[in-house]
């Protein structure tokens, strides 16, 4: 289970599914869609950590697939082809293109079109 930390994956998860793969106290609040990127940043007792943007949940490895790391992480700046500086909100997987997609923030709001890492920038 070590190796999976530091880590970019999916963990495909439905309230329909067992609860038992999400720590208790996590539950309410992890609502994930199928398509959500997290990034492992840690193991506690015998659950991953994982990281969506802001949040963090524990959870059992046995959902948990490994993609290849995006581009860009949560919370950094980009700036788009149209010339938009805003930050990355969340980031999912095109399941068909097997490829990131972003959601981005600007000036507090979620910004409607979605965004792949061509289309982006990293500000420095």
Partial sequence: ????????????????????????????????????????IGIEDKYLVLQQGKYEYRVIPTNYKVIYPPKFSFGMEVL???????YIEEIHWHHKDKRHIYLLIKDGRKLKRRFYEEELNGVS
């Fill in 1 to 40: 289970m070590a190796n999976l930390v530091n880590t970019w994956g999916l963990f495909p998860w439905f309230q329909e599914y067992d609860k038992g793969l999400i720590h208790p106290d996590d539950l309410y609040n992890f609502q994930p869609q199928n398509s959500s990127v997290f990034f492992c």
């Fill in 80 to 86: 788009t082809t149209n010339g938009d500086i805003a």
